[in-house]
């Protein structure tokens, strides 16, 4: 009965063994911030936190400029990876995170400062930054759960979109009545929202080169009629 014991014993120590091998092979967190799809994740998440700033300060065409090249680069990061070789499955799984939970910041939480912004942070305007934001975790949370439909299609609007919408809905605001703007901006939110998690099927036209190549030509374009209004 005392070799029950020792193979416990000897067990353990296998299994610490094992552990301690594994950590060793771990990369360290930071070593991922070098992977080229990451940086370009990363400088999108940096247009976003712009885009938040100008939307507390209450520049707002600086803020549409920030928000079309945070879908820039978001769409860029998918580009560049599928063009690398020898990623490995632990790159490819940490820059899908990474994508995700940017996505929520860029997607999610910019356009709700946005509309509260613009709306000089009425009370009422919270629940609908509330269900701007409850719609994209929602979203991406069915997303990281099952993926493309069919492999691919989206089920319901990509986040994405969001931004490309309000950007180019923006354009209005110095053409329309500021009391019909400024209902037209959350109910172009609230529309969005519920597409975002509609069960509408939707094509992911990042993962074609040649519309990341359009999408940059738009944003170069845009960019450049927001920066002519800043002047």
Do not use: H
């Amino acid at each position: 009965m005392r070799c029950v014991p020792e193979f416990s014993l000897f067990l353990r120590s296998s299994m610490s063994a094992i552990s301690e091998d594994l950590n060793e092979l771990q990369p360290s967190i930071l070593s991922y911030v070098k992977d080229l799809p990451n940086l370009c994740s990363l400088a999108g998440l940096a247009c976003t936190v712009l885009a938040i700033y100008f939307s507390i300060v209450g520049v707002y065409y600086a803020v549409m400029i920030a928000m079309v090249w945070a879908v820039a680069f978001d769409w860029a990061d998918g580009l560049v990876a599928r063009s690398m070789a020898g990623r490995s499955g632990s790159d490819r799984v940490f820059g899908g995170q990474l994508d995700l939970l940017i996505d929520i910041v860029s997607y999610g939480v910019a356009p709700a400062i946005l509309l509260l912004s613009y709306g000089e942070f009425a009370p009422v305007l919270l629940p609908v930054a509330f269900v701007v934001i409850a719609a994209s975790a929602i979203r991406l949370s069915y997303f990281s759960t099952y993926g493309l439909s069919g492999g691919a299609k989206y089920t319901g609007l990509a986040l994405d979109n969001n931004n490309l919408v309000l950007v180019s809905v923006f354009l209005l605001e110095s053409v329309i009545p500021s009391g019909v703007f400024a209902l037209l901006l959350p109910v172009t939110a609230v529309g969005l929202a519920a597409l975002n998690v509609s069960q509408i099927k939707t094509p992911k036209l990042s993962g074609n080169p040649r519309n990341v190549y359009l999408l940059a030509f738009y944003t170069c374009g845009i960019s450049g009629i927001y920066i002519w209004k800043l002047w």
